[in-house]
């Protein structure tokens, strides 16, 4: 969606009054007793674009890109409809203002909380199905300009490309593949300064909260999965980006498996963690585990250091561009004297109104 010019002042204003910065970050409690500087603002997407540089930034085509299952996929020329496959790569496109274009979108898009509030219009339309069951046909029938896709469907790449489809795969899996993704979609929708100016406000905000936690001492992490708290994310997972962002070590360091490792009691209480954290999309909840008799040792319950990541808007504990909000969130759980809670909520209004278009009415 192309920006009015006023549409792009109220954005500003909404940046100018709601962002965060590393003095924002800390607690209420030391800010009773200090004073501190004003929080820098983060500059708005709009700011940034306007920028000298910014026309160095203007993508020519036919351009030639690597996506991130390493194939290089000439654009001939500039996509003015596009299809994403994938929930991650969809939200992406919203946040880097092509949300219009799009004319077809994964399966269960309707159920996205966060496409709801930024853009409607993207429920209804056609679904071209999930990594495990993609529409190839559906797809083709769109004939979109481009098709962005989830790495997991590279076996599925060269039918599409014989229907004449134009492919880019991403896989995100950790921050800074976050950023290579936000590189080559910004590249290939020419929002080359948008695209930038997304990545330092995630960076940016990130650096304020790796300040605000500076030296204190770093506790262990349990990072429970979606179907059971007997799940956990190792250090190949995403999730291990966002507690090592937090300040916080991550219990299940010595895991291998690349994805969701199934782990026992006994594992759990040998490692012993400070902290456990459920995924968002958790199906059981904190008293559930709080009240496992099985976890009634462990350190985590005992001291009733059990929470689950924030979810009313989306799963922030998905390599989405909001995910640093996760690793916000939990910066305020692990390290409450130094980051306030505060803080997450005034990221996640500056960050959601610049690059999603409302103010999240909550927070967990």
């Not at 929930?87 to 159920?111: H, N």
């Not at 990072?223 to 708290?229: D, F, I, K, P, Y």
């Not at 059990?306 to 009313?312: E, F, S």
Request: proline share 5%.
């Amino acid at each position: 969606m192309k920006m009015t010019k006023m549409t792009a002042l109220l954005l500003a204003a909404a940046m100018a009054l709601t962002a965060c910065g590393s003095t924002a970050a800390v607690s209420s409690e030391a800010a009773a007793t200090s004073a501190t500087a004003a929080p820098e603002v983060t500059a708005s997407p709009e700011e940034a674009a306007a920028a000298p540089t910014a026309a160095d930034t203007a993508v020519t085509y036919p351009l030639t890109v690597t996506d991130q299952l390493g194939r290089e996929v000439t654009i001939e020329t500039e996509p003015k409809t596009l299809a994403s496959g994938y929930y991650i790569s969809t939200s992406l496109l919203i946040a880097l203002g092509v949300q219009d274009e799009l004319v077809g979108v994964e399966a269960k898009a309707d159920k996205r909380t966060i496409y709801s509030l930024s853009a409607p219009e993207l429920q209804s339309l056609p679904s071209i199905g999930t990594a495990k069951e993609f529409d190839l046909e559906g797809c083709a029938a769109l004939t979109p300009d481009l098709v962005i896709v989830p790495a997991k469907l590279k076996d599925s790449i060269p039918q599409m490309e014989e229907l004449g489809l134009t492919v880019l795969a991403v896989k995100p899996e950790n921050q800074d593949k976050l950023y290579d993704a936000i590189d080559l979609l910004a590249q290939a929708t020419n929002t080359v300064a948008r695209g930038e100016a997304l990545k330092s406000a995630i960076e940016d905000n990130l650096l304020n909260l790796r300040e605000a936690i500076g030296e204190a001492e770093a506790p262990t992490v349990y990072m429970a999965g979606n179907s059971s708290v007997l799940q956990t994310a190792g250090p190949a997972m995403y999730q291990n980006y966002m507690i090592e962002n937090a300040g916080g070590l991550n219990a299940a360091a010595s895991v291998e498996d690349t994805y969701w490792a199934e782990v026992s009691y006994e594992q759990v209480l040998d490692w012993d963690p400070d902290y456990i954290i459920l995924a968002s999309d958790a199906d059981y909840d904190v008293d559930s585990v709080l009240n496992d008799a099985a976890l009634a040792d462990c350190t985590a319950v005992r001291e009733g250091h059990v929470y689950q990541l924030p979810h009313a808007i989306e799963a922030v504990d998905s390599p989405v561009p909001g995910s640093f909000l996760g690793s916000v969130y939990l910066g305020s759980v692990l390290h409450p004297e130094q980051v306030s809670e505060q803080f997450y909520h005034d990221c996640a209004d500056a960050f959601y109104t610049a690059y999603y278009g409302f103010t999240p009415a909550s927070y967990e």
